[in-house]
């Protein structure tokens, strides 16, 4: 077996590289033909890819950036441009749910890039909603808090483009 620098380099990095490269590919319009996507999808390690449509979108229906809040909190789920599938359900221009709460924006702080391309955690700060759930009654302290909604293909991993929310913070009383 021939071996090279790239089959030494760890699997998440390689995956990074492989997404950059189909998305320069992709950008310049050469990857046409070689089994990279095109357009608004890139090539990961894996192959696995899920592209969003263009203009979908993910909001809050029943929260406002800046608002003063009662827990237990009730969150509705908004999509435009989408469906909503079950986790494990692959189909073209679907997705579910996932929450993040007092967390950095998707793809920014410590696991950035990382978390583009892979599974998102599911824990205190990620909740997954694979049933296909619209809407979640959470419970949080008193304080500030930051939410955001991001859609997860059938493998929990954000479209390309990613479907997400802005962040917004709001204050417990």
Known sequence: MTRNLFSRTPRSLR???????AFALAASGTGAGMGIATG???ALADGHVTASPKGASVYFVNLKDG???SSPLKINFGLSGMGIAPAG???AG????HLFID?????KGEDGADELTNAMPADDNHKHFGKGQTETTITLPPGKHTLQLVLGDHNHVPHVPP?????ITITVK
């Open 67 to 69: 608002a003063t809040v």
């Open 89 to 91: 359900i692959k189909k």
């Open 94 to 97: 679907t997705g579910h749910h």
């Open 103 to 107: 967390r950095p924006p998707l793809g």
């Open 15 to 21: 995956t990074g590289i492989l997404a950059a490269g």
């Open 163 to 167: 479907v997400a929310s802005k962040v």
């Open 40 to 42: 608004i999808g890139t």
